[in-house]
C-alpha cells in the first residue's frame, strides 16, 4: 500500500478565518483547525498571544485586530517554542516578548531543526516564508508565574506555568476577572493533538488538572472552536485527556507484550480513529505522537529532536 501524503502537505485549501470578541477588548482568531492566537486589550497597550509561523501570516492577524483596536502591541506572549507559534513573532514590535525559561532553552537547542521540520510537514501554513528573519527568542522568561497589569479597572493577566505537557515549557494566560484563559496547545477542542515533544503522563494527569483548576468559563485552546461556557471547557479538557490516556494505553500495552512501534501505531490508531479520526491533522499527527510516547515509556525522558530527515523515517515506517 502506498504511503499517506506526508504529513500536511497535501492539505493546501485555505481555512476561513474568524475573530471573535470573547469580552470587551478580549479577542480570540479561529481558523478551522489551524493555529488559534489571541488578543488583550490593556489600558493604553495591548497582549497578544501565539505569532503565527511567518510576519506575513502575523500581519494578516493584526491587520483583522486593528479593525478593532489601535493600541501599541507592548507584550506578546509565546505559549511554547514550535515553530508555528513563534516565527512570525517580528511583526508585532512588540517591546517584551515573554516566554517560559524552558521555552527559550527549547529554541537554542533545536529552534533551526523545528523550523525545518515544521516548514516540511505544514507548508500552507508557512505565507510568505523569506519574511521569516531569524529564530525568535523571548527577551523576559520566567518559572512559575509573570503577571501583566492591563492598567485601570482592567485588573491583571496571570501568566501561568501548569507542568509539562505539549512540551516541557507551555504556559497559559488566565484572565481572572472575565475567567479566560488562553490555554496554547495543552487543550484542542475538537482537534487532533499534536505530541511529538510531550510529556504524556504529566501532561495527562497533573498537568491538566492544573488548567482545569482555573475554573474557566471561556477556553481558547491551541486550535479548534473557542469553549464557551462551564460545561465545554471541561469537554475540551477531557477530550484532551482522553486522547493522551488512550494513546497510553495502548502505546504501554504493546510495548509490555514485545511488539513494535509499527503495531503500537496501528493498535493506537485503530483505538483514536473512531472518536478523533476525522479531527483536523489527526493523520498529520499520529506517527510523531505514537513515535515520541514509545521513547518515554522506554525511559527517554526528554524528547528526541525532529528534523526533516527524521520525519521522514518515521512517516514511511508508520503511515505505509
Known sequence: MASKPFASSADISAKQQTLEVLAEGVYA????????????????????????????????????????????VKYLILSHYHAVRVLGASAFDAEVIVAHENTRRLIAERGKQDWASEFGRMPRLFKDPESIPGLTWPTVTFTDRFTIDLGGERGDLVLQYCGRGHTAGDIVAWLPSQKILFAGDLVEAQAALYT????????????????????????????????????????AIEQTRGFLTTMIEHVET???????????????????????????????????????????????????????????QVWDLLQS
Do not use: M, Y
Open 29 to 72: 482568531l479561529t481558523a478551522e483547525g489551524d493555529p488559534n492566537v489571541g488578543a488583550i486589550e490593556g489600558e493604553d497597550f495591548l497582549v497578544c498571544f501565539e505569532a503565527l509561523a511567518t510576519p506575513t501570516a502575523a500581519r494578516d492577524w493584526l491587520a483583522e485586530l486593528r479593525k478593532h483596536t489601535d493600541k501599541p
Open 196 to 235: 511529538g515533544d510531550a510529556f504524556h503522563r504529566d501532561w495527562a494527569a497533573a498537568t491538566l488538572d492544573n488548567v482545569a483548576s482555573f475554573g474557566a468559563e471561556q477556553l481558547v485552546g491551541g486550535r479548534g472552536a473557542v469553549a464557551r461556557g462551564a460545561e465545554a471547557v471541561s469537554a
Open 254 to 312: 504493546v510495548q509490555k507484550r514485545g511488539g513494535t512501534l509499527k503495531e503500537a501505531f496501528e493498535a493506537t490508531h485503530t483505538a483514536l480513529a473512531p472518536k478523533f479520526g476525522h479531527w483536523p491533522i489527526f493523520e498529520h499527527c499520529l506517527p510523531f505522537d505514537v513515535a515520541r510516547l514509545w521513547d518515554e515509556l522506554s525511559g527517554t525522558d526528554w524528547p528526541l529532536i525532529w528534523t526533516a530527515e527524521r520525519d521522514r
